[in-house]
């Protein structure tokens, strides 16, 4: 018969696995990407796969140890410990050394007798986003750029950088590998651009989170409507970019801005069955009044400047979005800005999305005749729009655009939302 002692005995190693088991993926996610980074940093660019292998090497390490030995009081500082003392074993192998490191940076600063990681706060923040300008750089494509993004500075593993590309293992794999070989093969130094250069650099920068933060609000994937994991990471480094004096500019502030706007509405995209929300039977009070607060303050800070980008035009759109009310105003406002976007930058999704906000202040019937000039005959969101323009003038049009839009919808949830419009149509 157990005693209370010999069954808490028992128990004790299940909650210290179950424990394990929840900390070593969340500390993945937030420290992998912050070791890499400065170990790519102490590296050289030329040896990111090294600096990856050290830092996986490192996580390795903590499952093998914390399961016999436990979860240590201080995880993080054991993980960056480990991590010091295997960049020190790397360079004390000496064949090692004198093969794939020596070679490359014997011009470098780093002491090589002793060379000791710098894993301090501000060591992190800089090396993440020095790395940022490395990878964002414009010799490589830019899927590539945000893949280097998602495995470095987001510590994604690459069956989820796999999934979120919609394209298997191999690929990616493949992918990164040619990047990491031009970085390598073009010496490109992780730093921070000079001031001449920054300003050209940061656009490509951004460019990269927005698509990054794109890729989460807008998930391709079947069985996931948005990937709020893919946002957070886009908001987080945009957010060092604010912090840092040099690249704290009016555009930036308003990519996040835009970000914030943005995410405060993800709670309401989703049912309870996590079917997708329109935005117009979306329940208002589940929206983050705290991340609109938030998008208004970083707006006003991006209008300190004197150069007007998109995604200040975006984050003014996605700002009047933010205001359930359908009111003239809102979609005055709304339109005029989509005619600013379309000047700085054309688009044909935001030309869609202008003639959506045409049809709410000049009528179904002219935006209709705007949106057949169009001509986005291989999209789905196209005859999504059609359709629900010729609702409530044409049925028979308004259904064989939903039909059409059915055909060409890649997404699970993008088909379950238009069948959704065909049977209330039917109806």
Not at 137 to 146: A, G, K
Not at 297 to 306: S, T
């Amino acid at each position: 018969m157990y005693t209370i002692d010999s069954r808490l005995q028992t128990i004790d190693p299940i909650i210290e696995t179950m424990k394990q088991q929840e900390l070593i993926p969340h500390l993945f996610r937030t420290e992998f990407r912050k070791i890499a980074a400065v170990l790519c940093k102490h590296f050289g660019i030329e040896n990111i796969q090294t600096a990856e292998d050290i830092a996986s090497d490192t996580f390795l390490s903590a499952v093998d140890t914390w399961t016999y030995k436990g979860i240590p009081a201080n995880p993080t500082a054991w993980l960056y410990t480990v991590a010091k003392n295997k960049a020190k074993n790397h360079f004390h192998r000496a064949k090692i050394f004198s093969q794939k490191v020596a070679a490359e940076i014997k011009n470098s600063s780093t002491e090589l007798e002793h060379p000791e990681v710098n894993l301090t706060e501000q060591n992190i923040k800089d090396s993440q986003l020095q790395m940022l300008f490395a990878i964002c750089h414009p010799l490589i494509p830019f899927e590539s750029q945000v893949g280097l993004a998602l495995r470095i500075l987001c510590g994604f593993g690459i069956n989820e950088i796999a999934t979120a590309f919609l394209t298997n293992t191999e690929t990616i794999n493949k992918r990164l590998f040619r990047a990491k070989e031009k970085l390598r093969a073009e010496k490109v130094k992780i730093e921070f651009p000079g001031k001449a250069e920054i300003n050209d650099r940061l656009d490509t920068v951004l460019t990269t989170l927005y698509l990054l933060f794109s890729e989460g609000y807008y998930s391709e994937s079947d069985d996931m409507i948005l990937r709020e994991d893919l946002c957070a990471e886009a908001m987080r480094m945009t957010y060092m970019l604010i912090e840092n004096e040099e690249t704290n500019l009016p555009r930036v502030n308003a990519l996040y801005a835009l970000m914030c706007f943005h995410s405060s509405r993800f709670a309401a995209r989703k049912n309870e069955k996590g079917e997708l929300v329109l935005y117009h039977e979306q329940d208002e009070s589940l929206w983050n009044q705290e991340l609109i607060t938030k998008g208004i303050y970083f707006l006003h800070e991006a209008a300190k400047g004197d150069k007007l980008s998109k995604y200040h035009i975006e984050a003014s759109i996605a700002y009047w979005h933010t205001i359930k009310a359908d009111t003239k105003e809102k979609w005055d406002n709304i339109l005029q800005l989509y005619n600013k976007l379309l000047v700085i930058e054309y688009s044909p999704i935001a030309a869609l999305n202008r003639t959506y906000a045409l049809s709410k202040v000049k009528g179904k019937q002219v935006a209709i005749a705007e949106a057949e000039k169009l001509h986005l005959t291989t999209n789905h969101f196209y005859f999504t729009l059609l359709g629900e323009l010729y609702t409530g003038i044409d049925k028979k049009k308004a259904k064989e655009s939903f039909d059409q839009a059915l055909t060409l919808a890649k997404t699970q949830t993008d088909k379950q939302t238009i069948r959704k419009r065909i049977d209330e149509l039917s109806a």
